[in-house]
């Protein structure tokens, strides 16, 4: 079996390679092909990386390449964890959108478009080499923003399906806050992709989740950086990125009395760097828990494992939340929207599990959302000030014309080098 | 026929009256039942109304009440145009949502929640004796917030429909920009109550809208207080009440460089009244057009010949712009929600028109403000401090967790005398 | 000895008899004359006031007055603690600026100049009564804005000056902390009223502030509710009122997600109303120090002990931060301007002590409230819209046009009935 | 006689020479000697100022430097235009503070004082080498932030003054209106460099200021985007400076909505200098007129005529509205505080003429920037973190710590380049 890594010099390479080893018996990987342009950091990172699997006993063989198709060519499954623009521009996303004094962050509000606008066109090229490279080849896409990338490419018919750490995250906090094993924990998650809350929490067939806010209310409520008073009457667990919807001008505060993350997350990833180059290092070190990103191997490896592994050659199917077309799962959002929630994975790709009617204190805010994510697809497809206006206004942290108006315009100015038409 | 007006003692009725004076064909009304808790005022109103008609010759009947039940008994339609808490609390209503920085308005965001809790169970009430005392009479309701009041009315298996004069008012403004009849103009007006747009303006089956912006994009523009670059860019004409949305900060920097509009209304109101008592004075009087609330007659008079009038008796139906049951006709949204559209009237009740799919930019913010409506009909029939918190978070005019905390705070106080729970 | 307390029906006069009794010795009171013109609760005061003197021996008599001449006939003292328009318009004051986005606050911004106007006319109307019954009396005004208020009874030649209780409350709490003697601490207070710092604190002539802030930063900075950095960097302690310029947003945003204090204070009062009507009770409450205030007797009564007690008749004087006539002491401000600093006080009256050069990051933000505060009385003694305007204009945490605007229209909607040019 | 001038490639030094043809009579100019590091921009300007002095018969010399000690060798008058990072760095000054919400600007607010700190240090030095090339030649600022440049170069004991072309603008504009010549409008300017009022206009003898509100209110008004009515009722004419602290807000909500003006600027700038290149122009551009910097040309050399020229020698004093030391001008500033106001200028240098009182509104504003200003020198000549944020929380447009926290960081990072202890 070979899975290849777009974007495969990132500094969280590791932590899928770590992941791998500990199911190796699930998935037999045979080959893992990184790719990436940055060819300095990617050797660095294939370095690291095979000690990782040496020091394991797993003999599968990483390849680098600078170019895409030797690497997808006959991948089983290709991984998607490019970021077009790199940390710069990730600054970028989380600083201007500030000048207008809306939220300044790479997945959601102003500079979660940004992101889209730069991504998706690159997304789509490479998810059609891949296509020719190897036709049957899933493609697993943690590129953020997850769920219109993943609508991106089901529109052009690839065998996809987005991915994302905040559900299992919470289902690894809450198995530890009820000692229990992460995998008899089932989060009743339901929303978009970094819009969700968890709405149920399933252990044994029971709901523990008012157990779990009754006993924890305080450790939850700090963890997603909500006030506990509120989290107790919504009675369900907003994922922390609702945090920028709920206090979205207390975090705009924030942002504004202090320097902006870039600085911090660059000192993390010069370090770790000089880490993979230490040939003596062989594990996953400790400070990749500061980079974000927390379970992502986890995730990872055990969703593909579900497409491409024994039990699902052996017909069997697992629950994993991903992100997914709707088709009526969410009756108030269009068929071909893609959503995030439990759905049943095996070889035949993911259906999504029933959902409970969502209560409308959620599901207008998705509603809403969801209608920016159609807008912002359409303008990253095709372009124009007048579509990317029309999202920023769409968007229910934006909404007003001025604003839409000044953020437009420092969208362009920022993103010129990545928009074929500005 | 029996025409009873719940409020009766409004400054609007003479308006009303001076309809129903025009439209005596089609709608022979025997007898007004004006009926208002204010018997001093109702009595000015009377006056003047019994002058109006007399002056045109209208032989009918102007009855004053004081209780409800002898003036709805036997009418054939009920008119709702009360104001729980009068002229002060809608004072109120657009004063304490700027303590916190949001809009104050006395149908959008936080004031008309205000309302919505004060009316709701007042107008369910009325419409139960209504119900008691004249089983087949319409109901129509023109007291904000129309969209939430109409669908507690129906909920309630009422005979209602909710009417509100934003369509007619752009009906009657394109028509002269256009040098037509209005009835020649057909709207294709979506959304909700004070959330709509006018998609298309048909003209002899042709849509004249892109004419209409390209001769008198600024004369519209003006007239919602938007920039018109933004309007022609849209392609559609927003009413008046989304500059609440899209101009939303910039709107309580007016509201806050200024006094309320409370002293506005109060002194048009007294020297309306002191008109309506000069006993030479038997016209509606020019200043009414000031006090806000144009071609409300022209809509009611209509609305009621269309449901029980000579052309209702003989088949025949006509097209309102209505509060009704959604029932499919914005897939989005709920079956029961209530939604303002076209609809074909006539004595078997409303049915709205087809509706061309919503864009998502304007289908987005509908979504949300449905939800918001949903939680505030729910804090309204059942009260409770946290219903009135969710409500408010579910605003896509507030939404967030410490605006939200201080409104539902603020509301409470200010309408502690009308919420039997607080 | 005779004492008036003008306002002697206020919850706090208790807190005052305390005082009287605890330094009997050195002021000797034959009569404290309460005047009030709420007569009810002035019996109430007055009860409880006459058992504490009781209980501790104290002979003086306690008379009532609800008029002004009697209470003031021949008396040495008279303390000015009245509130023009009560708790009701002091919520006022705390609720309307926040329409505009600015703090509400009794003291500070717009509604502190609404206490201006208000009590200003008053105040002096008062003093030249005082003057007409008791041409040889000391007044002293606790009544805020006291900065305003004094300069307002220096000007028209009365023997006046003006208290407050931050410089004390900072003198006992680092009594405290440094477990030393009160009187042993000498403070290095300088500003005006609400807008002081303290730069030095000696103790046996050496500068203690250092150490202070070394080992006791955090509770410090807790109680002026600054952030300890900030403190530590300025090595300075802000009064809690710099709160209001330094962190005016943060504080509008509280204010904001919160009801008004009004309740809470009026709760408090009506305990404390209660106990005093108690017959058994004969002792200062512990619920009076939730009431704020907190060492106000003691200084008041110590000051009044400096100016007319046996230590004045000695030839003795003391030190106490008073609000007096600049004369000097910080050169950028106009001579007749009322400054809030140490003085040797005595028979004499009040002498400022030497100060030192004021740094420019505290004089630039006193130069300028110092200059609203002149336009403040020039608005209070002369009315009409145009100073309100030009005193919110020239405020710091108004000074924008439009602001101003609304400011002044609702500072003047709100106090119509206590200005008399409105 | 010698002219240099520093930063001589700027696209202003037509300008300047223009004025110097035309008053060459009063200042017979030999040598002009431009400097400035940018070789072929100045060769460009240095091209057209040669054929502007040709075309009009002057036979200066020009003479280009790379090298400033040629350049001002043996000069009898320099002048500082230069601008430390050039119009990237402009950009930047122009458009983080919007990042805390606070005007972008490069004089007012933290974009001036990030200019300052960049300027005043490269300007000190430059003076430095002045004085031992040349140590009678005279100093002229015009470089922003003028105020605090030129007090550094006077507490280095220089020959300087500061020049700022805004009152020569208001009396070129009301000459204009009034129909007289400029040299016969005498304006009673006062305050600090962009923080001034014009509050008095006399014409031979006569204050026709009330005149000019009477007749030309709206245009003035426009001229300055400032509401009509408040400047009829101040009764002065703010600078269009003064928009940023009087409508702070409303600019902040401009900016946002519209991309930075730093394109603009540089498009206007490419325009000229490609009329500069055309060895067929030889007459300053029309297009000059929008680079702002309106009369700079004939304030700078008026000025120099007047310290150097044929008049000077002859005993006479000119008025020119200068940025001089205060010594007593404005009683509430300490006397080392530069001011901008009317002076009588000879070969003496300049001494300010009697000021009438400042009004409070006017004057607490210019205590408190003047607070500012000194801790902002404070920090260019001394640096230091802490220096930067006493600067920003002194500055009445910023005031708040985390406004200033937020802000001092942004500053440090845009400016780390220019910053010797960053």
């Known amino acids: 079996m070979k899975l290849a890594v777009v974007g495969g010099g990132s500094t969280y390479t590791p932590e899928l390679v770590d992941g791998l080893a500990r199911l190796r018996t699930d998935l037999p990987v045979d080959e893992l ?26 003999s599968a063989a990483v390849t680098v390449h600078e170019d895409l198709e030797p690497a997808v060519d006959g991948a089983d499954a290709v991984l998607l964890q490019l970021r077009v623009g790199g940390q710069a521009t ?9 000048e207008c004094g809306c939220v300044g962050q790479e997945t959601t509000g102003a500079g979660g478009l940004a992101k889209a606008l730069r991504t998706v066109p690159v997304v789509l090229d490479i998810a059609e080499r891949v296509r020719q ?5 899933w493609i697993v896409d943690f590129t953020n923003p997850v769920g219109i990338v993943t609508r991106a490419l089901l529109q052009q018919g ?14 690894r906090r809450f198995a530890r806050l009820l000692s229990v094993e992460p995998a008899d924990v089932r989060l009743g998650h339901v929303g978009l992709n970094h819009l969700t809350w968890e709405r149920t929490v399933f252990v044994d067939g029971i709901d523990v989740l008012p157990t779990l806010l009754a006993r924890h209310l305080d450790a939850i ?18 994922s922390y990125y609702l945090r920028y919807f709920y206090e979205h001008d207390a975090v705009v505060r924030e942002l504004r009395s202090r320097p902006s993350r870039a600085a911090e997350v660059a000192a993390i990833e010069a370090r770790l760097l000089e880490l993979y180059a230490d040939p003596s290092v062989d594990e996953k070190p400790a400070e990749l828990a500061q980079r974000g990103g927390a379970y992502y191997s986890e995730a990872a490896v055990a969703l593909v494992a579900s497409l491409l592994g ?36 095996g070889s035949a790709g993911a259906r999504a599990l029933p959902i409970e009617p969502v209560e409308p204190l959620f599901g207008g805010l998705i509603a809403h959302v969801a209608a920016y994510e159609r807008l912002a697809l359409d303008a990253a497809l095709h ?24 953020l437009t315009d420092r969208l362009i100015a920022h993103n010129h080098a990545f928009l074929e038409w500005a």
Do not use: Y
């Open 310 to 345: 024994a039990g699902a050659a052996a017909g069997r199917e697992d629950v994993h939340v991903v992100n997914l077309r709707n088709d009526g799962s969410l009756p108030f959002l269009d068929d071909d929207h893609v959503i995030e929630v439990p759905a049943s994975v």
């Open 383 to 406: 372009g124009g000030r007048d579509r990317v206006f029309a999202a920023l206004l769409a968007h229910p942290l934006v909404g007003q014309i001025d604003l839409a108006e000044g």
């Open 90 to 98: 990730r600054n970028e996303d989380e600083t201007w959108p500030l």
């Open 158 to 171: 690839h065998r996809a399906l987005g991915l994302c750490n905040v559900a299992i995250g919470f289902q």
């Open 33 to 58: 092909a990184l790719v990436d342009p940055a060819g300095d950091r990617l050797a660095l990172v294939a370095g690291i990386s095979r000690r990782i699997l040496a020091r394991q006993g797993h």
């Open 221 to 238: 409520a700090e963890e997603i950086e909500l006030p506990a008073a509120v989290v107790e009457r919504l009675a369900v667990v907003p």
């Open 133 to 137: 490279a190897s036709p049957d080849a």
